[in-house]
């Protein structure tokens, strides 16, 4: 067995026919002054917590970074931000009733100590020029100060990515290949659309720099991060375009980080064969999988292949949107007649996702993407589209969209 088909292996095992959505999202833990809680503070708030929810504990470093507390785990990310992902679920209702019983939890505690969860695309005090992200400190976990040594000399904004963005993610299932592709196009072709709904400023007016847009800050820096990592996939439209190119390119890319039996060491521009062959772990089959999941962790493309797609397109915003943002794929990706629906919706467009972002990160909703129509325009579309899609009882949750999100984080 070569490299390559370990990884096509290991995402073959995540086809699926059951439907299901799941949700992260990342939270900012600030106090008035805009300072963010102290990780040696955080680490224990989660060893307590976790220890009383009867959670298993992560540990990293010699750290506790999160826990597994079965429908849903909390972690901490590269400069204390709050992630909590959620375990997959067909229901939407479920997914909310999830991430209220955490909020129930920690708002209570970080209150008590004068914080609170915020949810934006960029720390606010970066936004607003106030804080430099180079003086957010990252956490004591060796991959993100290994990240942060490469992608500090790979792009503009490695800084701004590791210590001072935020998102929320939402995973959908795919039943085999074939239906892979055809949700990784579809994705990829209405991503500059999700990213502009899902856009969550302090400032309507703020920008990175004087010369880049004022929409999509989150994104803009994403996409100048790390060109072997980061953006749209590279050669998604192109016939051969399956599992195996995939893991091509991820064993063609440097890998920076190689997480390997507990032990993190910086690679640098080294690619994974050039370190370490998963062919030669099939002996030890965990070891295997570990690497495996580490290499497809060290690439973010908008669309993540995993065992599942996750979009990666949206900034972190409150729950209401969030789930509203959830109901808007699953109407538009989740059953025949929906997929299909979307793909008439975009015949005939002259798809040219990269420069619809960049038209969308200059004028907004005003920007002219795809058949000549406006974003606001498309973003009505998919709505539409989506509510036809969903049960009945799940179309309210399309509501959330009209939230921009800045004044209530709950």
Request: hydrophobic letters at 35%; one cysteine or more.
């Amino acid at each position: 067995m070569t490299d390559r088909e370990v990884i096509v292996n290991y995402i073959k095992e995540g086809e699926t026919d059951r439907q299901r959505i799941g949700l992260e999202l990342e939270h900012f833990i600030l106090n008035e002054m805009e300072e963010g809680i102290e990780f040696d503070v955080l680490s224990n708030l989660i060893q307590r917590t976790g220890s009383e929810l009867g959670a298993k504990l992560s540990v990293a470093d010699g750290h506790v970074v999160g826990y597994d507390a079965g429908d849903h785990t909390v972690s901490v990310e590269p400069s204390c931000q709050f992630e909590v992902s959620i375990a997959p679920y067909s229901s939407l209702k479920k997914i909310e009733e999830v991430y209220r019983r955490f909020r129930a939890t920690w708002d209570p505690i970080f209150t008590g100590l004068g914080f609170r969860l915020v949810t934006r695309g960029l720390h606010p005090g970066v936004e607003a020029g106030r804080i430099r992200p180079e003086d957010l400190p990252l956490i004591p976990k060796n991959r993100y100060y290994c990240m942060d040594r490469y992608f500090v000399n790979s792009g503009r904004y490695g800084r701004y990515m590791m210590r001072a963005s935020a998102s929320t993610q939402v995973s959908l299932d795919y039943e085999s290949e074939e239906d892979m592709v055809r949700k990784l196009r579809l994705l990829t072709i209405i991503s500059p659309i999700l990213m502009l709904m899902m856009e969550n400023k302090s400032d309507p007016d703020s920008r990175l720099d004087r010369d880049g847009g004022k929409h999509l800050l989150r994104t803009q820096i994403w996409e100048d991060l790390d060109p072997d990592r980061t953006g749209f996939f590279p050669g998604a439209f192109h016939g051969q375009f399956g599992y195996d190119a995939y893991a091509d390119l991820l064993l063609s890319r440097p890998l920076v980080v190689l997480t390997d039996s507990g032990t993190t060491t910086y690679a640098e521009r080294k690619t994974l064969p050039e370190l370490l062959s998963l062919s030669s772990l099939k002996e030890d089959p965990k070891r295997q999988k570990e690497v495996t999941e580490h290499l497809l962790s060290m690439f973010f493309h908008h669309i993540r292949l995993k065992r599942y797609l996750e979009v990666r397109v949206a900034d972190s915003v409150p729950i209401g949107k969030a789930l509203g943002y959830a109901a808007l794929l699953k109407g538009l990706f989740y059953g025949e007649g929906n997929q299909k629906g979307l793909e008439h919706l975009l015949a005939g467009c002259l798809i040219d996702a990269e420069e619809a972002v960049f038209r969308a990160e200059i004028q907004g909703e005003n920007a002219v993407i795809y058949s000549g129509k406006r974003i606001k325009a498309w973003v009505g579309d998919l709505i539409r589209l989506a509510e036809a899609g969903l049960p009945e009882e799940e179309k309210n949750y399309l509501s959330g969209l009209r939230n921009d999100g800045r004044d209530n984080d709950v």
